[in-house]
């Protein structure tokens, strides 16, 4: 029996995203993928705009709702996808666990912009019984996944030094790029601000700041997303190099071979080696290891605690 899912906010990562791009090709919604999975079935959404819910109900012949208590009251979700802006996210919450339990919610990263709320939001589920999962969608792509089983196997030789570049925020976009070095590297250890930069938005901080993590030192550089979008990893290892580019669209692998013409020297392989991803389909592959959660199987998901730990990580760095 499919899992009854109901999305909450029809925003882009909700809905719009994808809504105008080849389902066989792109899925970068809630939307997209739970309507593509054999495991799942959406009974309904939420969004106070009326325009969004017609848009929804439009694409995808399925009712929609004007707040969270009137869906509720005619549906029973097993999975609850939280897409609304992070302002909203515990108030969502909160109000998803007054009328209702389900299984699983899918909340959006990060889980709060205060720290305090994020830790009374995993507690409400865990009191709940509910289980909370935050879509830092990167870790559920094979080619992340790949990258992870190098370095842990040594073939990517830790430790490692690395750049990370980000934009729109620390918070909102930096803690993609910090929570996938986590899931690669290991728990956070210490780190130094070295530019405390602006605030994007008025709200979220852009420091350029040295973090050390269990398998590697990584300098956090903010970009200008006013000007272009820009999120790449660089990682150098004694046996090579690794990027991370374009969000994670493109990953390649540089070894390291003698250099023909002066002796004792090594270089890296110009040839580089494409690590596979599926990164057009990211939403779907979220919602594949969903399915393997549910069922008790392994996944890589984040989880509410590990969401928590980038949190608290990232809060050190900007307090």
Same mark, same amino acid.
């Given at each position: 029996m499919s899992e009854q899912v109901l999305i909450i906010g029809l925003g882009q990562i909700g809905m719009g995203y994808d809504l105008s791009l080849d389902?066989?090709?792109? %899925?970068? #919604?809630?939307?997209?993928?739970?309507?593509?999975?054999?495991?799942?079935?959406?009974? +309904?959404?939420?969004?106070?705009?009326? $325009?969004?819910?017609?848009?929804?109900?439009?694409?995808?012949?399925?009712?929609?709702?004007?707040?969270? !208590?009137?869906?509720?009251q005619v549906i029973n979700p097993t999975v609850v996808a939280i897409a609304s802006p992070t302002a909203m996210h515990s108030d969502v919450l909160n109000q998803v666990l007054f009328h209702s339990r389900p299984k699983v919610i899918l909340c959006e990263k990060p889980l709060a912009y205060d720290l305090e709320e994020a830790r009374r939001m995993l #507690?409400?589920?865990?009191?709940? +019984?509910? @289980?909370?999962?935050?879509?830092?969608?990167?870790?559920?792509?094979?080619?992340?996944?790949?990258? @992870?089983?190098?370095?842990e196997s040594g073939s990517i030789a830790a430790p490692v030094k690395g750049v990370a570049w980000y934009s729109k925020g620390f918070l909102h976009? +930096?803690?993609?790029?910090?929570?996938?070095?986590?899931?690669?590297?290991?728990?956070? @250890? #210490?780190? @130094?601000?070295?530019?405390? +930069?602006?605030?994007?938005?008025?709200?979220?901080?852009?420091?350029? %700041?040295?973090?050390?993590? !269990?398998?590697? #030192?990584?300098?956090?550089?903010?970009?200008?997303? !006013?000007a272009f979008s820009h999120y790449t990893i660089e990682l150098l290892s004694s046996s090579g190099r690794l990027r991370y580019d374009q969000g994670g669209e493109c990953i390649i692998w540089n070894s390291i071979y003698s250099d023909p013409n002066f002796t004792g020297y090594s270089m890296l392989n110009p040839k580089p080696e494409v690590i596979v991803n599926s990164m057009g389909r990211y939403q779907w592959h979220? %919602?594949?290891?969903? $399915?393997? $959660?549910?069922a008790g199987k392994l996944h890589t998901l984040c989880t509410g605690h590990q969401a928590m730990a980038t949190l608290e990580a990232m809060y050190q760095i900007i307090n």
């Open positions: 389902p066989a090709k792109a %899925v970068y #919604t809630h939307a997209r993928a739970f309507s593509l999975h054999s495991a799942f079935e959406i009974v +309904g959404a939420v969004d106070p705009s009326a $325009a969004q819910r017609s848009l929804f109900q439009h694409h995808y012949n399925l009712a929609a709702y004007p707040d969270i !208590e009137s869906a509720l #507690t409400a589920c865990e009191c709940a +019984g509910v @289980k909370l999962l935050v879509n830092y969608m990167r870790r559920a792509d094979f080619g992340a996944i790949e990258v @992870k089983r190098r370095i976009n +930096g803690s993609h790029f910090f929570n996938l070095l986590e899931f690669w590297l290991g728990a956070f @250890k #210490t780190s @130094k601000v070295l530019d405390a +930069g602006r605030l994007w938005d008025n709200q979220d901080p852009e420091p350029d %700041v040295q973090v050390v993590f !269990e398998r590697g #030192t990584i300098v956090f550089q903010a970009a200008w997303e !006013e979220v %919602v594949d290891q969903l $399915a393997d $959660a549910l």
